[in-house]
């Protein structure tokens, strides 16, 4: 990933911020990525660590429209994911899904249990939320516009608890330095 792209991506993302009015705590930790896939633009994500606490994470994203986060899956992270602005598309599978057959599985949606059917696309509006339990593969991306999206977790282990469907998939992206940089990546401390 280009280190332009980055700041690109960095001055966007403080941009969207300052417009809804999200102020950010002191020394954020910024992590911005285009998952080694060489593409921000439709496979990228911003995302800032708030709080990473032995317990408990607490991330704020960013993502423009139709900038997918790839299908992935955590074996020891539960999270909930809140779309805090905009509008976010979900796809969501249960452990060992099969896509020609997809099955009705059950998600706790605004803190309620509801049935959903496999690879059906679930948005959520301003406000809602999802809780995605281990083992439940997601992608999720803004659709009509971009999305600040919040974050709250199990212990967060980004290295080592992310697993992707796609196998050139990586977390971090190798930077190309073309500029100096705006920030400084959570993967480069």
Sequence with gaps: MLRSEINKAYLAANSCFAVNNWKLPPNPKWDITDFGLGNFNSFGLVLINLAQEPEYCEKLMFAKENQETPMHYHKAKKEDIICRNGKLGLLLFAKGYDVQHPKMI????????????????????????????????????????????????????????????????????????????????????
């Design 106 to 189: 059950n998600i706790k949606l605004n803190g309620e249990i509801k049935s959903y059917k496999e690879g059906s696309q679930l948005i959520l509006n301003e406000g809602e939320r999802i809780t995605i339990e281990p083992l439940v593969w997601h992608s999720f991306k803004p659709i009509d516009g971009a999305c600040i999206i919040g974050e709250i977790s199990t212990f967060n282990d980004d290295a080592n608890d992310n697993f992707f469907e796609n196998p050139e998939v990586g977390r971090y992206p190798e930077i190309t330095e073309d500029e100096p940089p705006l920030v400084t990546l959570l993967s480069e401390k």
